[in-house]
């Protein structure tokens, strides 16, 4: 029987590499649905080629839009645009996995409903596990989901790890999270105020969407990582450590009581975790290049410096900070790349947003989707406020 996949975010960087993926084995995947915010023309031709059963756009102008234009070329999508549609498809009956990869915070509530659904949910959308904390885990447990993480770092250690997760506390001593350091590693601290958003985008190694490029730049990136990895594999802050790993061949590694390391190494390319999470614990072909280890030159490795990274350090503050700060600084972290990216905020003021709403912001022990919002919404005013008191 082939699996019915809905890709959540399709439009994208991950999403793009997930049909990628599945157009290789259409023996084994079929797909049921599809999401996107605007992106009208790349999901009609995304429906051409994938025929789902649904396709869902964020807006009502731009659904309407797509469903002139299936009917004008005869396909047989839905363009589905009931109350809830995003999570109408996270978690139908007919549904086997969900490619979670949707951008930010707006990914909580489907990331939920197929949580809850008991899918098997293949998570790229860092923001909604690190705002959903608690929550979404306890959604994963009660609706006997299997959650798979797609960050390159998470499938590593996700693969380093015994396949038991009840072995995990007794065995594991700590986990390393590999960084590239962004394309600011070795920018000198002072002139990080005169940074444009095309030079931010412009990550070393990847090609990703803007605003985790923003985030990798200002090393944001890695402290969502770190807050994601103490939910997916329920650990103390103090046992996740970052290592600045420039060439990104080692994805992320698990330290074990006796001092042994285990390290996942590959070409980057996010189409490998993608595969890994599609098949698990099969391997299937994702399209990726075989890494050619005569021809590295080196692996090297180096600490983050705190002047040019400060917003890395909040995240184990935040995670030792009453729940719930962790979503506080989520949505303040979004509010201010977006300022960024709109040229209304300095590329150095991000961290100063992220600061003020951390201080503004009390939360209260979020413990249902509808508190998480309202958090969410509390802190995205705070942060707004900042960014206008810092405003260009
Ligand atoms: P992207 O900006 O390229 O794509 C985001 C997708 O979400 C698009 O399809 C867009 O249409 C859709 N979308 C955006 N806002 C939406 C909204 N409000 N409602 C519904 N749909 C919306 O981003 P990306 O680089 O593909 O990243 C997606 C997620 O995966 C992020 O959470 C990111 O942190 C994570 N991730 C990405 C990479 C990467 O290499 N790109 C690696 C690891 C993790
Ligand atoms: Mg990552």
Redesign the pocket.
């Known amino acids: 029987m082939k699996q019915k996949i809905t890709v959540l975010g399709s439009t994208g960087s991950i999403g793009k590499n997930t049909l990628d993926v599945v157009a290789r084995h259409p023996d084994r995947y079929e797909v049921f649905a599809l999401s996107a915010a605007t992106q009208v023309d790349l999901m009609l031709q995304q429906c051409a080629q994938f025929k789902p059963r649904f396709a869902v756009m964020a807006s009502a102008p731009h659904a309407q839009l797509l469903a002139e234009k299936i009917k004008q070329n005869g396909l047989p999508t839905s363009v589905l645009q009931a109350q809830g549609a995003l999570e109408i498809i996270a978690s139908h009956e007919e549904v086997d996995a969900v490619m979670a990869a949707i951008v930010g915070a707006a990914g909580l509530s489907p990331c939920l409903a197929a949580a809850r659904a008991g899918k098997r949910l293949l998570l790229a959308n ?1 923001e909604a596990l690190v705002v959903g904390g608690n929550v979404f885990m306890r959604a994963v447990r009660e609706g006997g989901a299997t959650l798979l993480p797609i ?4 499938s590593a250690i996700f693969q380093c790890l015994p396949e038991d997760p009840a072995c995990w506390a007794e065995r594991v001593d700590s986990i390393l999270l590999t960084a590239s350091g962004g394309p600011f590693r070795t920018r000198a601290p002072e002139t990080l105020a005169q940074i444009t958003p095309e030079q931010a985008c412009a990550h070393p190694n990847f090609s990703m969407g803007r605003k985790i490029s923003v985030d990798s730049a200002t090393m944001m ?1 890695k402290a969502l ?1 770190v807050i994601e990895a103490r939910w997916l594999f329920d650990l103390a802050p103090e046992q996740i450590k970052v290592v600045i790993h420039p060439q990104q061949i080692i994805h992320s590694m698990v330290q074990f009581k006796d001092a042994s390391i285990l390290a996942q190494l590959g070409t980057p390319d996010m189409r490998v975790p993608i595969a890994c999470g599609l098949a698990w614990p099969e391997r299937i072909e994702s399209g990726a290049s075989r890494l050619d280890f005569a021809a590295l030159a080196a692996l090297t490795f180096e600490e983050a410096d705190v002047r040019r990274f400060p917003g890395l350090h909040l995240s184990w503050q935040a995670l030792n900070a009453p729940e719930g700060t962790t979503a506080v600084l989520n949505a303040a972290n979004e509010v201010a790349v977006e300022a960024f990216l709109t040229g209304k905020l300095r590329f150095d003021h991000i961290h100063a947003v992220n600061l003020a709403t951390l201080d503004a912001v009390q939360p209260s022990k979020p413990d249902s989707l509808e508190s998480l919002l309202a958090l969410d919404a509390n802190a995205r005013v705070a942060a707004q406020r900042a960014a206008a008191a810092l405003a260009l």
Do not use: A, L
């Open positions: 860092k960050d390159s770092e998470h990136n990582e």
